[in-house]
Every structure is written in structure tokens, then in C-alpha cells.
């Protein structure tokens, strides 16, 4: 067998010339390279896939083929799947008689050139204003909806795969070379005037929910995902600034109840059936960092959080060498209304930081900190009681 990797589109058109074309993949990515190949005069024979994952049996009016099941001689494979997954197939195919294995390379998933190929079930307004250098796709399953006045710059690409629905609604404003995709069942829904910065992106996969409210902005190089039966819900006004990352994983939950902002630099996840709630107007400052791991944190209304905040529960496991016992601490982190996180604070497992309280810089919080009061140090204590604050920083005349 001989091995090609491809990383730009001109290479994969020159090592298919001159060759009969089978596809292996049924996603976004092969029918991508199928579309592209197709466009520059080639034939495609048919897809192909292993007969252990979940695939129709005709794509694109072509037959989706089970290799397992073909005993066949192939002319030339082109190797077309998403991420790392592209290795472990590669071993899998030398099982077969392929007389060419022209591989994909990941990284130029994002390297097709403009394609517009949407199923009868998509809507795309005619006063949506789409620059001509996009790539918009959705299989017969999936659907792409996209209201007035939305606006997509250049280099941006939207697909939608496998009963998946993308819709965004009226005034949302997609930046260049943004990224959005939903694949495996999931939804995606951006309400109206919202904004993407340069670069971000935005997934929802296997049976997940991206749920955006109007006003939602997220900056450059920042994304927000949803994976394996997992939520990600922001209502109104909620602002995420550049290179921050929020995701949600394995039948977890995120929600920010809206008017609120992370800064960059931020870090918020969730994972094995976690959930964040965050209330609203809480405002979160540059370098936070936030996981929860088969438990909980529940921000409340109004809190105000500084500088590398850090806040984990679940993680690791921790078992007992006795027992063999998993004695991983897993209890949840709450904050409650109106409270003040110093710089460099770290909240951990089972802290409880009730209404109208402060906690000092670096301190670490193990446990419930009483209401109007300020601890701090390590582990924190109570330093004052009866004490209240405010945002506003202006001097009393």
C-alpha cells in the first residue's frame, strides 16, 4: 500500500488524478473532499465505513459502502475523518487491499475552499449577508437555518451533520474565519444580535445543546462546546472575552443566567455529569478557572470575581489503600448573592460563601463562611463580621 498525506487541497487533487476515488468517512470532512474533488472534475465512486459505527447507506446519492463487507481491490482511498481519529483508521485500512491511501491531514479540515451545500431542509434569508469566501454545509439530515440581517465574514465555516440543527437568528453578527458545527444529533441556537469574534468557535456534538440568548458575544479565539449528552445554556447579555474556553462534557450542565462577562484568559468546564449555574450580573476577571467533575458549582447573583480565581471540585480520583474506596472530596462549591472574590483566591470542595460576604486575596475557602463577613488566609477564617460592599469605587464626597 502507498501512503500519502495531503495537507492543503491542491496535493489531494494531484495524488487523485488519474485514479478511481473511493471515499472513507460519511461526515462533514468526506463530504467536503467529495465535494471539492467533484468540482475540480473527478468521480467518486462511494463512501465508505466500517460496518461498527452508524452510517446511512447512501449519501449524496452515492452508496455508502461497509468496507468489512466489500472484498474489493481499491484504486486509490482517500482517508477523510476528523481529529486524532484519522490515525487509528489508518492502522485499521492496512487490513484491506488498497492499492493508495491518500490521507487527510487533520489540520486541513479548515482548508476547503468555498462551499455552499445545504440540504432542502435549511433556510438561508435572502437578506442574510454571506461573504462569498464561506463554507456552509449540511447533510440531508441536518439543517442550517439562518434569519435576516445575520452577517458571516470571510473564511467563516457552518456545518451541520446527523439530525443536527444550527440556527441563528436575526443581527448575529459571525467573524471571520469563526467556526460553528453541530454533528451527532445536537442542536445549536444563537439568538438574535449576538457576536463572534475572529476565530471562535462553537460545537455541539453526540446529542448535545448549545442554547445562546440575545446580546451572547464571545471574543477571538474563544469557544464554547457541548459533548455526549451535555447543555450549554447563556441567556441574555453575556459577554466572553478573547482566548477563554467554556465546555461542557459528558451529560454536564453550564448555565449563566445572563448580564454577565468573563474575561479572557478564562477556563470554565464541566465533565461527568457536572453542573455550573452562574446567577446573574456576576462578572468574572482575566485567568479564572473553573471545573467540576461529577459535582457541582453554584454561583449566585452579583458576585465579583478578581483575578486568578480558581475554583475545583471532582477532578482526580483520590482512593483509599485500605478500602479501595474512592474517597475523591466531590462536594459542591456555592457561592451565594453579592459576593466579593479576592485575587489569587481558590475555592475548594465543600465551601459554602453566603450572601453579602468578601474573601481575601490568595486566601483558600475549605468550608461555610458566614454572611457579611470577610475571611482569608489559608485555610481561610472569618477576619471581620458585619461588613458589607460595593462595585462602585468612587470616593464619598
Known sequence: MEKIIVSNVENLYKECLGHEIDIYGAKTVAQRACYYLESKGLNINSFVVSNRYKNPVILRNKTVARIEEDNKTYDCMVLAVSGAFVWDVEEELENYDICKLVIINPL??????????????????????LSDKIQLFSDETSCIVIDDNVVVKEGAIILASANSKIHIKKGTYIGEKAFIAADDNSVIEISENSGFGEKSSLKSTEDSTILLGKKFGIGYMSSLSASKKSIAKAE???????????SADRESKIRFDGENNVSQNSNIGAGRGANISIGRETTFNPNLYMWADRSDIEIGNDNMFSLFVKMNTGSHKIIDRK????????????????????????????????????VGAAAVVTKSIEPYSACAGNPAVVIKRDIDWDRDNTPEE
Not at 468555498?114 to 435572502?126: G, M, P, Q, V
Open 108 to 129: 486541513m479540515d479548515d482548508d476547503f475552499p468555498t462551499c455552499c451545500l445545504i440540504s432542502d431542509l435549511s433556510k438561508i434569508s435572502e437578506r442574510a449577508f
Open 236 to 246: 441574555d447579555e453575556v459577554s466572553v472575552a478573547m482566548l477563554s474556553h467554556i
Open 323 to 358: 478500602s479501595g474506596k474512592d474517597i475523591t472530596n466531590r462536594n459542591k462549591i456555592r457561592t451565594g448573592n453579592h459576593v466579593w472574590v479576592g485575587m489569587g483566591a481558590t475555592l475548594l470542595p465543600g465551601c459554602d460563601v453566603a450572601d453579602n460576604s468578601i
